[in-house]
């Protein structure tokens, strides 16, 4: 007893000991848990790709608005596995999602089963990662009742879609009017699709009527499981003009409104020749006298076409009416040599210039020469002239210089408002013009250097790509089928179909000769051929630029606002079909030339920083923070009320478009990134 008695002490103090120690390890765990720390979500999209059209769509809309993706290409067999490390990781002690959303080709594209997919949906549920199934059919699997339950499947060209109020209010706020699919050949079926009927836990975006009664879906977002998908039962292609009303909400779906990039509607549109004449199409000789590879003529006779007074006239009440600005691209030399032609007076020149506040104006040299080689026209087509020693003649630098020089004196001096920084060649002429002149005239960039000169207009059609010359940097035009040499609609159409009609049609067979041409079925008739063809052809191909987020300018001719003027008809039909599909918050965006060269000189710049990877941009929480090379301007798009964080206090972010606001932005000053504080939900 004493012995155990003895030791009862000690044992006692080191059960003591022990359950002080086991107290002070438990009690600060019994406070508050300390909170995992918010994940870092990369502003880049995955894009997997199986090499159909509809991926490719959406990867357009992506690249041209400057959205940064990584392409997993399921047909190379040496790509990395979709795993947990492909898709996240740990930076700085916080869990980092790589990707912000995910575009499939469909729901499952690496089996429904396979460890691959099971990967993707664990990543998506973890980090609420939105994902977009470019096409599927309707199904349970994806939300949807099957097509025999009440829905539809068949060709939708032609068909007239109509947005839901969850599709209005929500990623599709930039739309207001139907959706109608284009239908461009009714011999080709262009689009298909199946609609089918919502299920619980999808909300339909885009639906139409089902023959019984209510409506199937064709764009919705199917919520189940923690995960979200944009479910989309119609194929498309990136150039269908349905595809690109829709693919602005799709980017804004898969980004929950927050991303890299930046997109408007673009649409200029200049008009050359302004005070010069322009010759007239001949009909029995098909082709244009004045023309090198048109014998007979020299094109400037009574019969060339010029503006009048009352043209110009309708052209400042079109302009008040349509509210749209015309860009007048002018050869001052060569109204004042028709004013010396014909006794002195130029009633044109009287009207453009009382109403010069009404239009934009940009320098088109003095009179209009050719400014590269000069041509040797002794053979068809023409040839740069050489000298005996065989070197190429040039125009010379100071004949360039005073064309450009006293064409913008000219403008002063008439109190037109002219921009030195812009300027329009003649034929675009001084650049390279194949197959005959392959390299820009040397003595261009000087001239242009000597005036100032930091925007010079190309033809899209030769070189869309913009490039530099000297100091300057190009601003390709798309060039509209409405022909410079034509001032009715029977001239137009005659032309039409010489150059689109098979020989055997009596047209000149080019379209059976050139790949990338396609003939006419039969000659247009030449009364109506222009307005019931030519016309909404022509508004279809522009209005597909304008949709397309491209800010190149369109050129036409003064000739095509004179006479019958041909040019209205396709302009109206453009501005109507584009303001009865997009909403008021997404107004048409009519820039002059210099603003549409630094857009494209800004998005090359930021093309290649993002390829050579110099770009970190993530969201934590409501902070976006955006880091680019020096002097890299990057366009950031995120929703109203967002403010972008000073070096004291924050200011509105950008500017507002379709719903959201966006700009072409950089740190401020003592900053090295860009910040952003979203608005709280």
Not at 28 to 35: F, H, N, Q, R, S
Not at 226 to 237: C, D, P, S
Not at 440 to 463: F, H, I, T, Y
Not at 654 to 678: C, F, H, M, N, V
Request: aromatic share 8%; charged share 20%; net charge negative.
């Amino acid at each position: 007893m004493p012995r155990t008695a003895s030791r009862a002490p000690g044992a006692a103090r080191r059960a003591a000991l022990a359950a002080a120690a086991l107290l002070a390890t438990v009690v600060p765990t019994a406070g508050p848990a300390v909170a995992a720390p918010v994940p870092r979500i990369d502003l880049t999209v995955l894009v997997v790709d199986d090499g159909s059209g509809t991926v490719g769509a959406i990867t357009a809309e992506l690249r041209d608005a400057g959205v940064p993706y990584r392409t997993l290409d399921l047909n190379d067999p040496g790509r990395p596995a979709v795993d947990a490390g492909f898709l996240s990781d740990t930076v700085d002690g916080r869990p980092r999602a790589k990707y912000q959303g995910v575009v499939l080709p469909h729901e499952a594209p690496f089996g429904p089963d396979s460890p691959e997919q099971a990967a993707l949906a664990a990543y998506e549920r973890t980090y609420g990662i939105p994902q977009v199934d470019a096409y599927t059919w309707a199904h349970p699997g994806v939300g949807l009742d099957y097509t025999s339950e009440g829905g539809w499947s068949g060709v939708l060209d032609g068909v007239t879609a109509s947005l839901t109020a969850a599709g209005r209010s929500g990623p599709f706020r930039h739309l207001d009017g139907p959706v109608t699919f284009e239908d461009n050949d009714p011999a080709v079926s262009e689009s298909y699709g199946y609609a089918g009927r919502p299920r619980e836990g999808y909300t339909s975006y885009l639906d139409l009527p089902v023959t019984g009664g209510g409506r199937a879906s064709l764009i919705g977002e199917y919520a189940r499981d923690g995960r979200r998908e944009l479910v989309v039962t119609f194929a498309y292609n990136q150039h269908q003009r349905q595809f690109r009303a829709l693919a602005r909400g799709i980017v804004e779906w898969l980004t929950q409104g927050v991303h890299l990039g930046r997109s408007r509607s673009y649409f200029s549109v200049h008009v050359d020749d302004v005070f010069a004449p322009d010759a007239r199409w001949n009909t029995v000789r098909n082709c244009t006298p004045g023309d090198l590879d048109c014998a007979g003529g020299d094109g400037a006779d009574a019969d060339a076409i010029r503006m009048t007074a009352a043209d110009a006239g309708y052209a400042a009440a079109w302009q008040k009416s349509a509210g749209f600005t015309l860009d007048l691209v002018y050869n001052g030399g060569q109204g004042e040599q028709w004013k010396t032609e014909h006794g002195g007076r130029d009633e044109l020149s009287t009207r453009l210039i009382a109403d010069r506040a009404q239009y934009r104006w940009i320098n088109h040299t003095y009179t209009h020469p050719f400014l590269g080689c000069v041509q040797d026209s002794s053979t068809v087509p023409w040839q740069c002239a050489k000298n005996t020693a065989g070197a190429t003649l040039w125009t010379s630098r100071s004949e360039i210089s005073a064309q450009i020089r006293n064409n913008h004196n000219w403008a002063v001096g008439k109190g037109i408002s002219v921009d030195r920084a812009e300027l329009v060649t003649g034929e675009h002429s001084g650049l390279k013009t194949l197959p005959q002149q392959p390299v820009d005239n040397p003595n261009l960039a000087g001239a242009l250097a000597d005036n100032g000169v930091r925007w010079l207009a190309s033809d899209n059609s030769r070189e869309p790509a913009q490039r530099t010359v000297g100091g300057a940097k190009t601003v390709p035009r798309h060039p509209m089928n409405v022909y410079y040499n034509v001032g009715t609609a029977a001239e137009m159409t005659d032309e039409y179909n010489w150059i689109y009609t098979s020989r055997a049609d009596g047209g000149s067979g080019i379209c059976e000769s050139n790949p990338s041409s396609t003939c006419l079925p039969a000659p247009l008739d030449p009364a109506t051929g222009y307005a019931r063809y030519i016309v909404p052809q022509e508004a279809r191909i522009a209005l597909s630029h304008v949709v397309a987020n491209d800010p190149r300018p369109h050129y036409v001719h003064q000739s095509n606002l004179a006479e019958e003027r041909l040019l209205y008809p396709v302009l109206d039909r453009v501005l109507a079909d584009y303001r009865a599909l997009f909403a008021d918050n997404t107004p048409l965006v009519n820039p002059r030339q210099r603003d549409a060269g630094l857009e494209l000189e800004r998005r090359a710049a930021w093309a290649k920083a993002l390829a050579d990877g110099r770009v970190t941009a993530y969201r934590i929480g409501d902070t976006v923070t955006v880091r680019t090379p020096s002097g890299v301007l990057a366009p950031l798009t995120a929703p109203e009320g967002t403010r972008r964080q000073l070096l004291l206090g924050t200011a509105a972010f950008g500017t507002p478009y379709a719903g959201a606001r966006s700009d072409w932005t950089g740190p401020e000053p003592l900053q090295g990134a860009i910040t952003l504080k979203l608005p709280t939900t």
